[in-house]
């Protein structure tokens, strides 16, 4: 299986803050990587799909890049409503793996 | 806007068979992809298997081929069977929707299946 690893495991940022993340995948992944959010109770959203393109509907402050292995999730102006747990997630091989998550706390 | 509905027993016991259904509102297109995903309380995400329109299948080794996905189009459903369970298998359940193979774009709001005697 595809091992994805994220870090930190978790991150206290204030409004305003430009905050990112990264994910690290066991092996090559091509450009088959996307970043979900999660907030408690709910089911997650998909924000970017391949490594770097904006699900419809999602705001331009949040972003992603990389290739191979290593990927990283950037918001560039955090907002009340983004504290939440993100979860990186590889397709290129089955079984399709996530990360553990980072959650991203209000300091 | 397709959305989705987890259907299913809340409890289900020791080496029984969990079985769910998701209802799609709007059409099961040919192209699509449909998924199962799960997440134990207090864990993480894992990939359960998906299921294209025309009945293809591809699940999580992990679970030993005690998954068993299908489709009916005419009732816009896809279901999830997963035998022998144990409390490992204790988790919300849910489904969804990818335009690709693996990007989830739309998600049931998840439904808690917890296996105990």
């Known amino acids: 299986d595809v091992q994805m690893t994220q870090s930190p495991s978790s991150l206290s940022a204030s409004v305003g803050d430009r905050v990112t993340f990264t994910c690290q995948a066991s092996q090559p992944i091509s450009n088959f990587l996307n970043w979900y959010q999660q907030k408690p109770g709910k089911a997650p959203k998909l924000l970017i799909y391949?490594?770097?393109n904006l699900e419809a509907g999602v705001p331009p402050r949040f972003s992603g890049r990389g290739s191979g292995t290593d990927f990283s999730f950037t918001i560039s102006s955090l907002q009340p409503e983004d504290f939440a747990t993100y979860y990186c997630?590889?397709?290129?091989?089955?079984?399709?793996?996530f990360g553990q998550g980072t959650r991203l706390e209000i300091k | 806007q397709v959305q989705l509905q987890e259907s299913g027993p809340g409890l289900v016991k020791p080496s029984e068979i969990l079985s769910l259904t998701c209802t799609v509102s709007?059409?099961?297109?040919?192209?699509?992809?449909w998924g199962w995903i799960r997440q134990p309380p207090g864990k993480g995400l894992e990939w359960i298997g998906s299921?294209?329109?025309?009945?293809?299948?591809y699940d999580n080794p992990s679970l030993k081929s005690r998954v068993t996905m299908s489709v009916d189009a005419v009732k816009n459903v896809f279901s999830l069977q997963l035998r022998s369970v144990t409390a490992a298998d204790t988790a919300v359940y849910y489904c969804?929707?990818?335009?690709?193979?693996?990007?989830?774009?739309?998600w049931g709001q998840g439904t808690m299946v917890r296996v105990s005697s």
């Open positions: 709007g059409s099961i297109r040919s192209g699509d992809y």
């Open positions: 391949d490594v770097s």
């Open positions: 299921i294209y329109h025309s009945g293809n299948t």
């Open positions: 997630q590889q397709y290129d091989a089955v079984p399709y793996t």
């Open positions: 969804a929707k990818s335009p690709t193979t693996g990007a989830f774009d739309v």
